[in-house]
């Protein structure tokens, strides 16, 4: 312990020797110290022990909002009080200097004479671009080294510009701001944390960063359509309703449980691409592509044929509606007419959203989902007109498909092929999903 620190508990020790021959008189009396005395003793050894933990964070944060220096305080004036009462109220001066130095010890030797640092919290800047660290404590420290792990691995070791040269309500503390980028190599997991480490001088203190600010790279992406339906004059004579259009929607963040959409990653930065295409290869919608910074989507509206051109996406989900010019109060959003498609024609179409990220939130490699849908007429009397010349009381459906063109093309040529052979071998069982009696008959 430090030598001025050694004097001022000699000098406790004395004063309270004197204390204690003014108290003995009363004392031998008594035969003993009364029983308040020695209660306001336990309480006043409390409130010493308590003192040198007055840079403590973690007692603070238990006793939080009130300030954990209150409490050492309030112990101190309650056994001054009992002691005071106990001894008849004697020599008072002699009393409050032994509580003043019984109170400044550890203060003194724990914040001028110690050095010790704890990080207390990280912020996260406005661009999400720095993570900020708050160091409190007390150190002469010019620089500190820093050193940053991911899953346990050094990612990032560097010596910094610090000092403990600013103070607030709660004490005196220091900055470090590190920037993401220098060494992010990962989405933040349970079993993936990144844990900062701050030496300066003779003390060090290690950190667990928030993983919601190190989540930046895209696992999962789905897309989706929905169909906007007109009747009447919406349609045709012939039809008595038909598409107008389709809402498309993207969702991209991080992968979640089975089929629910991804979870959304509000400080990823991302382009994502989106294209509706017939099965004949025609595009019939062509998404501009969509710019993701901080959680701001923007894309080229079109002057209005692709909605406002601007969305917030990853705060309260990683859904990002991609807008048309109309709006379709059902769908609750706004679809992109037919006739502004490439092509209008019947039949399979696939709905394609890829999304792609720079170094170091990936390695670029495109994440891409791509959703099926066929779009075909329904109804009319197909019974005595089977090439449907004059179709009365028709309708134009729009549904969801499991599989692509080309597999469902396989599927119906297997199929046809599997009814031929099943013929020709007189067998009326040799249909595609059946592959075991196709390989007994052709044995």
Not at 245 to 271: K, M
Not at 285 to 307: C, E, F, H, K, R
Request: charged share 15%; proline share 4%.
């Amino acid at each position: 312990m430090d030598t001025l620190v050694k004097s001022k508990m000699e000098f406790f020790v004395h004063l309270c020797c004197i204390l204690l021959e003014e108290v003995q008189p009363i004392a031998s009396k008594k035969f003993e110290l009364p029983l308040t005395v020695k209660i306001g003793a336990v309480v006043g050894f409390l409130a010493f022990v308590l003192m040198w933990f007055l840079d403590s964070y973690t007692l603070q944060d238990i006793v939080d909002p009130i300030p954990f220096g209150l409490i050492p305080l309030a112990l101190f004036a309650g056994s001054f009080y009992l002691v005071w009462n106990g001894i008849g109220r004697q020599k008072t001066v002699v009393l409050v200097i032994c509580y003043i130095m019984l109170a400044s010890v550890p203060y003194i030797a724990g914040m001028t004479f110690s050095e010790s640092i704890t990080i207390s919290e990280s912020e996260l800047s406005d661009d999400s671009s720095e993570i900020t660290l708050t160091i409190r404590g007390s150190s002469p420290a010019s620089s500190a080294d820093v050193s940053i792990t991911y899953g346990g691995e050094s990612v990032y070791e560097q010596n910094l510009p610090f000092s403990i040269d600013r103070s607030d309500g709660i004490g005196d503390y220091g900055e470090i701001s590190l920037t993401v980028s220098d060494w992010y190599s990962g989405n933040s997991h349970s079993s993936d944390d990144y844990v900062v480490t701050v030496s300066a001088g003779s003390s060090e203190a290690s950190f667990l960063l928030q993983s919601i600010h190190l989540q930046r790279t895209i696992d999962d992406v789905k897309s989706a359509t929905a169909a906007s339906i007109g009747t009447g004059a919406d349609c045709d004579s012939s039809k008595d309703s038909c598409v107008i259009g389709v809402a498309l929607t993207a969702w991209a963040g991080l992968d979640a449980i089975g089929s629910n959409p991804p979870g959304g990653l509000p400080y990823a930065d991302y382009t994502l691409d989106a294209n509706l295409v017939h099965e004949s290869g025609t595009v019939a919608i062509s998404y501009p592509t969509v710019t993701v910074v901080n959680g701001l989507a923007q894309w080229d509206s079109g002057n209005g044929q692709y909605g406002g051109g601007s969305a917030n996406v990853g705060a309260e989900g990683s859904q990002l509606p991609l807008e048309g010019s109309v709006d379709d109060f059902n769908l609750n959003t706004r679809y992109i007419p037919i006739e502004d498609w490439g092509t209008d024609e019947y039949g399979c179409y696939e709905f394609t959203v890829s999304v792609t990220q720079s170094s170091p939130w990936s390695d670029g490699t495109a994440v891409t989902y791509t959703s099926f849908y066929d779009y075909e007429e329904q109804g009319g009397d197909q019974e005595n007109d089977p090439n449907n010349t004059n179709p009365q009381d028709t309708e134009e459906a729009w549904t969801v498909a499991s599989a692509s063109k080309n597999w469902r093309a396989a599927v119906s040529s297997f199929s046809r092929h599997g009814r031929v052979l099943g013929s020709l071998m007189g067998s009326p069982l040799a249909e595609f999903g059946d592959t075991s009696k196709t390989a007994e008959m052709l044995k």
